[in-house]
C-alpha cells in the first residue's frame, strides 16, 4: 500500500473509533449528528468536486444527516443544486447539511415532511422540483429500521411494520411516481438498499424485506423508465457510521459494529458518496441502469 492510500485507511480506522468498534451509545429514533461520539465523517474536508453533476437538480430524501448528508456535500461540489427532504425534529441536522451546499456555492431548498404520509410524500417532490426550478436527479435514501428487539418474527408490531414498509417502500412509490412529472431524458432515480437485501439478520426482518424489494423494484422501474432515457439503479451500503444505528439498536452492540466485514470496520457516509455521483452521472454512467452498486466493506452483494 502507498503511503497515502495507508494514511486514508489508517485515518477512516480512526474515525471508526479504537480497535474498529465505537462507544455504546443509544439515542431515541431518528436520532441526531451532534451526540453521535465520534462524529460521522461526510466528506466535509475530502470531497474534491470535478463538475460531474454541473448544472442539475437533486432531490435527497433523508439528506440531513449520515449518507444522505455525504451525498448533498457531494453533489453540491460537483454543481448540483439540492433539495433535502427529513422529518421536521431533525431540522438542525438539516441546516448543517444546508450550510455544506451553500458553501460549495449551490442552492439548498429545503423540504421537511413524514414521508409515511401520501400527501406529504408527493408535495415534497413538488416543493423541491418548485424551489430548484427542476428536478434531474431523485435518491430514495430515508428509511427506518427498528432492531430493540429480542428475537425476529416474534417481537414484530404492527406499528413497526406500518413505519419500516410505508418509509422504505410506500414512500419510495410515492416519491418516484410524483418525480414522473419532471424527470426526462438523462435523469436518474437511485435508491437505498442494504446489505440486509443479501445477508438478512433476524432482528431486522421486516426492514430487509423492504430492502429486498427495492432491488425488485430498481431492476423494475429501470425497465418501466429506459426508453424515456431515465436511468434507475440503487446503492446498497454495508455498516455505515450514521444516527440511524445508535437510535434503532442496542447501544451495546455499537463497539462490535462493522467488525464482521472483510475490511474489519464500518464505513464512514462519506465512503459511499463516489457510488452515488458516479450514478448520477449523465456522462459516466450513461449506460448503467438497472443495477445494485454494493459498498460494503467486503460482503457479498449477490
Ligand atoms: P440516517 O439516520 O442519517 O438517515 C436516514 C434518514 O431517513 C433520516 O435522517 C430521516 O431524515 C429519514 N427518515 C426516516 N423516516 C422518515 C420519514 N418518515 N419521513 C421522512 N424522512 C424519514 O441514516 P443512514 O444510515 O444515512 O440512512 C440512509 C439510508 O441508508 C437508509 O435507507 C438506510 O436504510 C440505508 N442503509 C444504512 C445502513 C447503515 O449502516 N447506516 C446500511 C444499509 C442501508
Ligand atoms: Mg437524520
Not at 414484530?156 to 406500518?162: A, G, I, L, Q
Not at 419510495?172 to 438498499?193: E, H, P, T
Not at 444516527?243 to 462493522?258: I, N
Not at 464505513?267 to 457510488?275: K, N, S, V
Request: proline share 7%; hydrophobic share 40%.
Amino acid at each position: 500500500m502507498s503511503d497515502d492510500l495507508y494514511a486514508v485507511d489508517k485515518q477512516a480506522q480512526k474515525l471508526a473509533g479504537e480497535k474498529g468498534g465505537f462507544p455504546a451509545q443509544e439515542q431515541q429514533p431518528p436520532g441526531l449528528t451532534p451526540p453521535m461520539e465520534p462524529t460521522p465523517d461526510h466528506g466535509e474536508q475530502t470531497w474534491v468536486g470535478r463538475d460531474r453533476l454541473a448544472g442539475l437538480k437533486a432531490l435527497i430524501t433523508g439528506g440531513d444527516s449520515g449518507i444522505g448528508r455525504a451525498v448533498a456535500i457531494a453533489y453540491a461540489r460537483e454543481g448540483a443544486d439540492v433539495a433535502i427532504n427529513y422529518l421536521p425534529e431533525e431540522q438542525s441536522d438539516a441546516e448543517e447539511t444546508k450550510a455544506w451546499v451553500e458553501k460549495a456555492g449551490r442552492t439548498c431548498v429545503l423540504v421537511p415532511g413524514d414521508l409515511t404520509e401520501e400527501t406529504v410524500a408527493r408535495k415534497i417532490v413538488d416543493d423541491a422540483a418548485a424551489g430548484m426550478g427542476g428536478l434531474d436527479i431523485v435518491v430514495n435514501n430515508a428509511g427506518f429500521q427498528w432492531a430493540r428487539r429480542d428475537s425476529g418474527l416474534a417481537d414484530v408490531k404492527t406499528s413497526d411494520m406500518d413505519r419500516v414498509f410505508k418509509t422504505n417502500l410506500y414512500a419510495l412509490f410515492w416519491v418516484s411516481q410524483q418525480a414522473l412529472k419532471y424527470l426526462g431524458k438523462g435523469s436518474s432515480i437511485i435508491n437505498v438498499s442494504s446489505i440486509q437485501a443479501y445477508d438478512p439478520s433476524e432482528p431486522l426482518i421486516d426492514y430487509a424485506a423492504t430492502k429486498a424489494a427495492i432491488n425488485n423494484f430498481t431492476v423494475n422501474l429501470a425497465a418501466d423508465l429506459g426508453s424515456k432515457g431515465i436511468r434507475v439503479n440503487a446503492v446498497a451500503p454495508g455498516p455505515i457510521w450514521t444516527p440511524l444505528q445508535p437510535a434503532t439498536k442496542p447501544g451495546d452492540g455499537m463497539p462490535s459494529f462493522g467488525g464482521d466485514t472483510p475490511l474489519g470496520r464500518a464505513g464512514q457516509p462519506a465512503e459511499l458518496a463516489g457510488a452515488f455521483v458516479f450514478l448520477a452521472s449523465p456522462a459516466e454512467a450513461s449506460y448503467v441502469s438497472g443495477t445494485v452498486v454494493g459498498v460494503t466493506g467486503g460482503r457479498p452483494v449477490f
